[in-house]
């Protein structure tokens, strides 16, 4: 009597596993990523359509020409890139999408939006506890926007963030869960990336030292308009700046060595630190050439190269997180 073959299927090599299907916790998070872009959106359009909307006159912004309509179609476009993301990360092709052309916009998206995170509640605190600008640095300020303007803003890229990370963890932890899962791993990384881990570890702690030094009121390095607009409003700021370029710096070092400690939280770190670093710095250095080189007070050279450095050790952290990244990859967890 003969045994029936056992049939056996194999998957060839184009079959993907299905996405998830999305619970109603991501679904409600995706439509408040969606609806919070709007108000951001419909301001961008207006302007690029000529309407003045919360633009007060004397603004700096009234003067701005070409090169404000070529910045405010380049910020429209970013931040329409939130839609795209948000449905990357809860749509079935978002799984096929390769993980750079994913990875690298969130980065961005983390880094321009965590300041404004811990930033702007930290001013509404300041000025809600009575120690907000006062008149003479109201006066000394250039009109900009109207206030009401970045409630608005503010608060929809604040739940922006909320919602992208709300979406981005569960899908990074259902596509790639290995790397991040167990110990960090107790073997050191290569000498060539600790090397980079300290350079980045001590421009960090040059860019922190910096951006705490304008914090608690000092004006060295900065234009001449900027000293005489601060106030603790303008000061948490630059304090967000400072633990965004020591957190870095810190978890930088931290990759590099390794240890028992779950590898989740010093890549946290690191991933928010760099960021925020490398997000920001490049953006401010992009303002500071178009200010020198069209309206308005040119920016120190000193003022340039902090935000120089502050762009330096967030790509320095960075380099560091792809190459623990990678090492976790090709090791498994908790194995360096």
Known sequence: MSTPAVQRTHPTS???????????????LRATALAATLPYLTLKVAWLAGSR????????????????????????AMDACVIVLALA????WGRRVPGP?????????????????????????????????????????????????????????????IALAGLFVPYARERWGRRWQGALGRGRLSSPTGVVAGAAALAGAVAGAVQLYW???????????????????????SGAHAICALAAGAGALMLARGGALPAKWPLALTWIGASAAA??????????LGVNLGEGEPSTTAF??????????????????????LARGEAGPGRP
């Open 279 to 288: 997000s920001w710095g490049a953006w401010t250095l992009i303002a500071v």
């Open 53 to 76: 909307a919360g633009i007060p006159a004397g603004s700096i912004l009234l003067r701005g020409g070409s090169a404000l309509t070529v910045a405010n179609a380049i910020t429209l």
């Open 215 to 237: 914090a608690f009121g000092g004006s060295a390095g900065l234009p001449a308009q900027r000293v005489a607009a601060y106030s603790a409003e303008t000061g948490v700021v």
């Open 101 to 161: 052309l994913l990875t690298l916009p969130v980065f961005a998206a983390t880094g321009l939006l965590t300041p404004i995170v811990l930033g702007y509640p930290a001013q509404l605190l300041v000025k809600a506890l009575g120690m907000g600008a006062d008149e003479a640095a109201g006066a000394a300020r250039e009109p900009f926007l109207d206030p009401w303007v970045f409630a608005v803003v503010y608060s929809g890229f604040i739940i922006q963030a």
């Open 89 to 92: 990360l809860t749509r079935p």
């Open 14 to 28: 184009t079959t993907r596993p299905s996405a998830p299907r999305l619970g109603t916790g991501r679904r409600i």
């Open 304 to 325: 340039f190269l902090a935000y120089a450095d502050q762009m330096i050790t967030g790509l320095l952290a960075g380099a560091v997180l792809v190459r623990r990244l």
